[in-house]
């Protein structure tokens, strides 16, 4: 099965910037979508962006205007781009990606910590 792995978070200043990429093992065309999801401590994991295999966007209004999902075939990555990242965006980060078979997302990868404080 295809793997999932992201990379790029860290600790950032409030009205900062910060890329996130998640690359998979195999071609991101076996998947029918793929998405990022973010979990703060003592919250429900949150649907933040996702994307088609044809490139349509859809965002969580909270970021909105901030967060940019895209994808690169090549490179069988897709990023999500944070600008003007608030200490609310502290979550823990993942990708996710749906199989033809599926209806839901089921394959994860292992989750990247995106701090944003002073």
């Known amino acids: 099965q295809v793997q999932l792995v992201e990379s790029g978070g860290g600790l950032v200043q409030p009205g900062g910037s910060l890329r996130l990429s998640c690359t998979a093992s195999g071609s991101i065309f076996s998947f029918n979508g793929m998405a990022w999801y973010r979990q703060a401590p003592g919250k429900q994991r949150e649907l933040v962006a996702t994307?088609?295999?044809?490139?349509?966007?859809g965002y969580v209004e909270s970021v909105k205007g901030r967060f940019t999902i895209s994808r690169d075939n090549a490179k069988n990555t897709v990023y999500l781009q944070m600008n003007s990242l608030k200490p609310e965006d502290t979550a823990v980060y993942s990708c996710?990606?749906?199989?033809?078979?599926?209806?839901?997302?089921?394959?994860w990868g292992q989750g990247t910590q995106v701090t944003v404080s002073s």
């Open positions: 994307i088609s295999t044809g490139g349509t966007t």
């Open positions: 996710a990606a749906r199989t033809p078979s599926s209806i839901r997302y089921n394959v």
